[in-house]
Structures are given as structure tokens and as C-alpha cells.
């Protein structure tokens, strides 16, 4: 096995991991906001609120401030990226095909 083609089966264990400590990260906050939540669910729903805004209320709660972290750490990580690559680039001798 050459060089090249165990750094691109490491790249993807290394991506699979990632996604799948992201999901599991996921399940856990997602179970936690609507334990906080269900006070507050228990009380709209007293007051006569329906089960589809109770279920929007709860779904724009967990997908706003997760899709707005995802988005602003794929920014960061391209930046940290080529951070990388170019002091690789720099004071390394490596090539990157990509």
C-alpha cells in the first residue's frame, strides 16, 4: 500500500469519526433542550397552543443555533485549513496533489 493511498483511507476514518461523534453530539443536545423545554412546552400547552407551533417552537430551537454554529465552524475550519497548508507549504517539503 503506497503512501498516498493510506493517507486517503486515514482522511476518511478520520472524516467518518468526526460525523459520527457530530450526530451523537447532536442526539444529546437535542435531548437536553427539550427536557429544559418541557416546562415551558407543558405551559403553551395549557394555554391552548396548538401541537404543530409547539413542535415548530421546538424544532426551530434546536436547528437555528446548530445550522448557525455547523456554518460558522466550516468557515473557521477552511481558514485554519489553509492556515496549515501554507505554513506546510512554507517551511515543509510536502506536496498536496489537491
Known amino acids: 500500500m503506497t503512501t498516498y493511498n493510506i493517507f486517503i483511507v486515514l482522511t476518511f476514518v ?6 459520527i461523534l457530530l450526530f451523537v453530539i447532536f442526539f444529546f443536545i437535542s435531548q437536553q433542550i427539550i427536557l429544559l423545554q418541557r416546562k ?21 430551537a434546536l436547528v437555528v443555533p446548530l445550522s448557525c454554529g455547523i456554518i460558522l465552524s466550516a468557515f473557521l475550519s477552511f ?5 496549515i497548508m ?9 506536496y498536496h496533489g489537491f
Not at 478520520?14 to 460525523?19: E, F, P, R, T
Not at 407543558?42 to 421546538?58: D, H, I, Q, R, W
Request: charge should be negative.
Open 86 to 94: 501554507s505554513i506546510s507549504y512554507q517551511h515543509l517539503n510536502f
Open 14 to 19: 478520520i472524516a467518518s469519526l468526526i460525523l
Open 40 to 60: 415551558t412546552l407543558f405551559f403553551l400547552k395549557s394555554l391552548g397552543v396548538n401541537n404543530a407551533e409547539l413542535s415548530l417552537l421546538t424544532t426551530l
Open 79 to 83: 481558514s485554519i485549513q489553509d492556515l
